[in-house]
């Protein structure tokens, strides 16, 4: 039995993985705290983390049946993410770890990203029984990735934003807008009435090789486009409509990129993850494209596309499962290490 926290940015969350099952997995939100400045404050964030962390790990044993004594090994999110708001989770599991004499194992937040798709059913577990090669999208607003992902714990990168992330674009955009924070979900509630083809955005790198997303572009684009229209605010068809538009304008560029990739590898699997994923277009969008052409579509649920302490908790224990304590690398597993800010998913030895 394994418990592990996720604290990398404003959700506090812990969660209790036995043999692959997800016992419990409690998250703490702090969307409201953060709606009043329109963005995540740093500062509050890591104070929200400090207070919230005993309640939502006791809230996860005891929703799981269990106590800290059944622990056979404890993990976290070592980064990337907001540095103080990961050491607070980090030093938590390792001191966790340390006076139950466990293992601590530190989890890259997108690496268990790509996991993730294949958490599924009730009680939630992790079916690596029926992994397949694959061709995974992580997209959130903190990051836009494509990875072939070639088995287990082996993947390599094909491709990440240059610029703003597909999250970033829709939470920026939709403050242009005048939506609440976060703008993404505002945007997906207004876009489902809206016309899609209303207005003509750009798809910034659709049809140019390589594997890299730009969203910068786009932001600026919608800007530019109020600016000409002051106007169109006011109108609440218009305002869907425009909803619709730039959401079609990221959800075309985010399906076509990962179709593309892999329509080029000997892959029959297509996997999607992150807060984005939680995006009613891109999962339909997603699937027409995946039955187009053949391919089997996994898609992260919805209780797995933000940041969740399931995820790191199901790849940590099954690194533990497939080699031991001794075989996750010793950075990963010292009860003195810190918390990698800027931690890049690097791809894995060939």
């Known amino acids: 039995m394994l418990l592990a926290i996720e604290t990398s940015c404003d959700e506090t969350s812990a969660a209790v993985i036995s043999n692959g099952v997800v016992l419990s997995n409690i998250v703490s939100s702090q969307t409201r705290l953060h709606s009043e400045y329109g963005g995540v404050v740093p500062e509050l964030a890591t104070r929200e983390h400090l207070r919230n962390l005993p309640?939502?790990?006791?809230?996860?044993?005891?929703?799981?049946r269990?106590?800290?004594?059944?622990?056979?090994a404890v993990a976290a999110t070592q980064g990337p993410g907001l540095p103080n708001a990961l050491m607070a989770g980090l030093k938590t599991a390792q001191c966790l770890a340390f006076a139950l004499?466990?293992?601590f194992v530190g989890v890259h937040h997108h690496e268990a990203h790509l996991y993730s798709?294949?958490?599924?059913?009730?009680?939630?577990?992790?079916?690596?029984?029926s992994f397949q090669?694959?061709?995974?999208?992580?997209?959130?607003?903190?990051?836009?990735?494509?990875?072939?992902?070639?088995g287990e714990l082996d993947h390599v990168i094909m491709g990440a934003t240059l610029d703003d992330a597909a999250g970033e674009c829709f939470d920026k955009t939709a403050k242009l807008i005048g939506l609440?924070?976060?703008?993404?979900?505002?945007?997906?509630?207004?876009?489902?009435?809206?016309?899609?083809?209303a207005y003509d955005f750009p798809r910034p790198l659709l049809r140019e090789p390589g594997h890299d997303f730009s969203f910068a572009g786009l932001k600026t684009s919608v800007r530019y486009f109020l600016e000409r229209n002051p106007g169109i605010l006011k109108n609440e068809q218009s305002l869907r409509d425009l909803c619709a538009s730039v959401q079609a304008a990221?959800?075309?560029v985010l399906v076509a990129k990962t179709l593309k990739a892999a329509r080029e590898l000997p892959v029959r699997c297509v996997t999607a993850s992150g807060g984005v994923t939680a995006n009613r277009r891109l999962r339909q969008e997603l699937q027409a494209a995946c039955d187009r052409n053949g391919l089997k579509l996994r898609l992260a649920q919805p209780a797995h596309c933000t940041d969740n302490a399931a995820m790191i908790g199901t790849l940590a224990e099954r690194k533990l499962q497939l080699g031991g304590a001794n075989s996750v690398e010793p950075s990963l597993t010292d009860l003195d290490a810190d918390a990698l800010p800027n931690w890049q998913l690097a791809a894995t030895a060939a």
């Open 101 to 103: 004499n466990v293992p």
């Open 250 to 252: 990221i959800v075309d």
């Open 55 to 64: 309640p939502v790990i006791k809230a996860a044993f005891d929703a799981a």
């Open 66 to 72: 269990t106590t800290p004594h059944a622990l056979k």
């Open 133 to 150: 090669p694959n061709v995974s999208l992580i997209v959130s607003g903190g990051h836009t990735i494509l990875a072939h992902v070639r």
């Open 180 to 197: 609440p924070y976060p703008g993404g979900p505002e945007m997906d509630r207004l876009a489902a009435e809206g016309n899609p083809k």
């Open 117 to 129: 798709p294949w958490i599924s059913g009730s009680p939630p577990r992790v079916d690596f029984e």
